[in-house]
């Protein structure tokens, strides 16, 4: 995928003028089926949710939609890319080319008029506001297409973009057959609403809280917390100055387990092409952040 022109028009939200009521209805009633999972606790659950939670937001965001499909920080199989894809859409945050394209909006028009989910624009607007009240474009393969040119190059991610939901689904109604109500509650409601949040706290969050190690344009900071929520992605300021490094945690202390991940995967050949920064240019530019602090 790499050397392809990325397109960096701004996504238009129209801020507040409506409300989205099938993304809010859905999300509602996955917040009720998350607080009712509570009261339906157990150990087989529990796991069951949380392994389905490393391989949506863990294999699925990080690794995929993000560090591979949005930024093409490293090569891997076609079957293992269409694969990451698949378990991005488990997240229920949309298809390959929606995520994609809203991703690198972001980064090129980071903070400024134009981001997606600035927290500029309200701290709950750059959480969820931007789902809730922004454009719906979850389903709008051809309008998304334009700035993941890329992706849109493959049938695949066509199709994937557009029936995003059918994953997810699937997985609820076979949790619901196989596992009753409660893991239904679990690795269905729990699972997405606790995902979710994850992803839009990097969104906000990183954005107000935390460190910056590095001068970017942008409010960018990291944050140890969220990037063991994340599975790395907490070092937000890290990533925002390399934004292609495979590596977002890039001191040995920076917990990063995709980047863990990925090593292990470098390992058995599944992963190769894997871009870095070089040492000396993180010291460079890191003495330079600090004089001018």
């Not at 939200?13 to 606790?41: D, P, R, S, Y």
């Not at 051809?142 to 049938?155: C, E, G, I, V």
């Not at 699937?170 to 409601?189: D, I, N, R, S």
């Not at 949040?197 to 954005?207: D, K």
Request: hydrophobic share 45%; net charge positive.
């Amino acid at each position: 995928m790499s050397g392809d022109i990325v397109s960096k028009h701004a996504i238009h939200l129209a801020n507040g003028q409506k409300i989205n009521w099938v993304t809010t209805l859905i999300l509602a009633g996955l917040h009720i089926g998350a607080f009712a999972a509570f009261f339906v606790f157990s150990w087989k659950s529990f796991f069951v949710a949380l392994a389905l939670h490393w391989v949506a937001v863990g294999w699925g965001i990080s690794l995929g939609y993000h560090r591979l499909h949005t930024h093409q920080s490293y090569q891997c199989p076609r079957w293992l890319e269409y694969f990451f894809a698949v378990c991005g859409t488990m997240t229920l945050e949309g298809g390959p080319m929606f995520w994609v394209g809203t991703h690198r909006v972001h980064h090129a028009k980071s903070d400024k008029p134009g981001d997606p989910h600035s927290p500029n624009e309200g701290t709950f607007w750059s959480h969820m506001g931007w789902i809730v009240f922004g454009e719906t474009n979850h389903n709008n393969s051809q309008f998304m297409a334009k700035h993941a040119p890329d992706l849109a190059r493959h049938k695949f991610y066509w199709f994937l973009n557009t029936y995003h939901w059918i994953p997810v689904v699937a997985t609820g109604l076979a949790l619901l057959a196989f596992g009753g109500l409660p893991m239904f509650l679990w690795g269905f409601c729990l699972r997405i609403v606790y995902g979710l949040h994850c992803t839009w706290l990097i969104n906000s969050a990183t954005h107000i809280f935390g460190s910056r190690r590095f001068e970017t344009s942008d409010d960018s900071r990291n944050s140890f917390i969220l990037a063991v929520l994340t599975f790395g992605e907490g070092w937000h300021n890290n990533h925002h100055a390399h934004q292609t490094s495979a590596r977002h945690g890039m001191l040995w202390y920076e917990f990063d387990i995709s980047w863990i991940t990925l090593k292990i995967l470098k390992s058995v050949g599944l992963v190769w092409g894997v871009r870095l920064v070089k040492p000396e240019v993180l010291a460079r530019e890191q003495n330079t952040a600090e004089l001018a602090a």
